[in-house]
């Protein structure tokens, strides 16, 4: 349920030694970027014979990863390719098989959803051999074993890729297309009737692609680094390309209104563009919270237990609370919202999100709006003390 930073890193560790391509096998980064290019606009395009012409052969059995990538890179709106510098020998055994020639190196791909306005940048690694004069891919498996950067999905497990409400989703090959469609279409219909464009202060609203890969292990490598899907079965990520995607973590076996609850929640971040802007973490948090559990009612339910450890942790939670105690910070953050909805309306709340987007102080949009210093965080103390004896607080409904 957090806002991560997703960079890409062309540099990194892993199975494939850099090397500064004075030694070994070399190819000419122009002609691969070109092939590349072609191979990418041959699968937009549906022609397979194109798409076969820029690929080897001497690895038979890339020849049903080919098959799938021509079937997945058909299904996107865009790609571009840019080689990275780094280059890497083969295992023995791959050499073996691929040839002298052969080299592995990284490239950045940045690729759009067919439908969506905004960019997704990620790392994926390639394998190269020259025939006839000229480059030609020869594998997609011989990178590192572990991410240096996020990889697209569709770069590592066949996907469907279907449009809904104006949103992408790309599930890969166990999980349930439809249902994660219907989960997701759910979601969207609750951020919509929220009315939380005012919370956004320029622009249109970024483009919504989820991803849901079948594994744990796959999510990692979408996202690029274990550590941004640590305690989490969903996150929105802030991806260099512009998009914020949002990463599923199926594996974390919640109940079906719970999925859709955390998707509601993920997709307020998007909708309102929160992620890597200027607003306080509890802010963003708690309106994405108030979305959530307003679309899921019967998700409500406060115990006088966890009213009391979240007002130990304090009425405005820090980041590092957020993250070392989400389940009291989270509720700390979302009273703190539904009081400032109570005090100054909804339009006035969205816009105490907008006015901090650029780091403008809560404090200081709040004395502007005639808010005394210091009265919201006595009120959520207070709202916090009540539940946690068992009263009811009318804002909280």
Sequence with gaps: ????????????CGGVPATDGSTGPEIDPAAVEQTLQRWGEAALAGDRSAFDAEVSTRDPAFAATATRLFDD?????????ELGPRRGPLPPTRRGLLGPDAVVAPATVSWTPEGAADTLRAVVWTTWVVEDGAPRLAGTVDGPDTADGP?????????????VGGATVVTGASPDPDLWRERVERALAAVEAAGLDA?????????????????RRLAERVAGSAALLEGAAAVTLVDVGGALPVLVDPAAGLSEESWVFLLTHELVHVRTASPGNGSPRWLVEGLAESVARKAQPELLGTSREQAAAAAEVGPLPTDEQLREEPYAAYLC??????????????????????????????ADVLAAADVPSGELEREVAAALEDLAAGREVPALR
């Design 1 to 12: 349920m957090l806002a991560l930073l997703v960079l890409t890193v062309l540099g990194g």
């Design 73 to 81: 890179l058909g299904r996107l709106g865009s790609l571009r390719w």
């Design 151 to 163: 990889t697209p999905s569709w770069w590592v497990e066949d996907v469907t890729v279907q449009q």
């Design 199 to 215: 919370a956004r202060p320029t622009g249109p609203p970024p483009s919504v692609v989820v991803q849901v890969p079948s594994s």
């Design 333 to 362: 953050s979302w009273v703190a919202v539904e009081l400032l909805r109570q005090r100054l309306g909804h339009a006035g709340a969205l816009d105490v999100v907008a006015a901090t987007a650029d780091g403008r102080s809560v």
